[in-house]
């Protein structure tokens, strides 16, 4: 039973939310169905059945990164953290922000438009010490050991292809020379479309 505070009287029956995966906001403002002017015990009530709506929280967040709608399940971990502290709580967090992160490193590689952003340099300031220093840097993060997200092995052979170009001479020069011509083609203009020709009559015989 809940603690008895001084000038309340205990809650007959606590008052258990229920999350439905449908309205997960509606459930965590808490504030809404637990506090009533009306009813003093309400306090008690709140104090009691607030931990279990924690953990509601965090059974909702792990179901929404379990379907791959990490941003929905962090923000779902965040709060269910700032209700009730509790180890368990914790520990949801830190692996939701965990996944979070490393889907965010591997997007950003993945949908990098050249091998200077997949490493994240400039082809105006750059300098082979930079680009081994962000190469490594990044495999810190990609590499699929330590890469929690289903696409880490994709992103870091990306990564290692932009690696190999730019860490030599040549093979740089060679895809420097590739996109400015890339950045400077034109393509033609589109011809008009022209009509097949007609079949002429045949004369007539004399």
């Given at each position: 039973?809940?603690?008895?505070?001084?000038?309340?009287?205990?809650?007959?029956?606590?008052?258990?939310?229920?999350?439905?995966?449908?309205?997960?906001?509606?459930?965590?403002?808490?504030?809404?169905?637990?506090?009533d002017?009306?009813?003093?015990?309400?306090?008690?009530?709140?104090?009691?059945?607030?931990?279990?709506?924690?953990?509601?929280?965090?059974?909702?967040?792990?179901?929404?990164?379990?379907?791959?709608?990490?941003?929905?399940?962090?923000?779902?971990?965040?709060?269910a953290?700032?209700m009730?502290?509790?180890?368990?709580?914790?520990?949801?967090?830190?692996?939701?922000?965990?996944?979070?992160?490393?889907?965010?490193?591997?997007n950003?590689?993945?949908?990098?438009a050249?091998?200077?952003?997949?490493?994240?340099?400039?082809?105006?300031?750059?300098?082979?010490?930079?680009?081994?220093?962000?190469?490594?840097?990044?495999?810190?993060?990609?590499?699929?050991?330590?890469?929690?997200?289903?696409?880490?092995?994709?992103?870091?052979?990306?990564?290692?292809?932009?690696h190999?170009?730019?860490?030599?001479?040549?093979?740089?020069?060679?895809?420097?020379?590739?996109?400015?011509?890339?950045?400077?083609?034109?393509?033609?203009?589109?011809?008009?479309?022209?009509?097949?020709?007609?079949?002429?009559?045949?004369?007539?015989?004399?």
């Open positions: 039973p809940p603690p008895a505070v001084p000038g309340l009287r205990a809650p007959l029956q606590p008052r258990r939310p229920t999350v439905t995966p449908n309205a997960p906001m509606r459930v965590l403002h808490w504030s809404r169905f637990l506090l002017p009306d009813s003093p015990s309400d306090v008690a009530t709140l104090w009691w059945a607030l931990p279990e709506v924690a953990f509601d929280a965090a059974d909702l967040a792990r179901q929404r990164a379990d379907e791959g709608n990490l941003d929905d399940a962090l923000r779902l971990a965040h709060k953290a700032r009730h502290a509790d180890p368990q709580l914790d520990q949801t967090l830190a692996t939701i922000q965990k996944r979070h992160d490393d889907d965010a490193a591997v950003k590689v993945l949908l990098a050249d091998h200077y952003a997949a490493l994240g340099l400039s082809d105006d300031s750059f300098s082979e010490a930079a680009e081994k220093k962000a190469y490594l840097r990044a495999c810190r993060v990609l590499h699929p050991d330590k890469n929690t997200s289903p696409r880490a092995e994709e992103a870091f052979k990306k990564l290692s292809e932009a190999a170009v730019l860490s030599n001479s040549d093979a740089r020069h060679r895809y420097n020379l590739t996109r400015v011509r890339l950045r400077t083609y034109v393509s033609p203009p589109p011809q008009p479309a022209t009509a097949p020709p007609q079949p002429q009559p045949s004369p007539a015989a004399p």
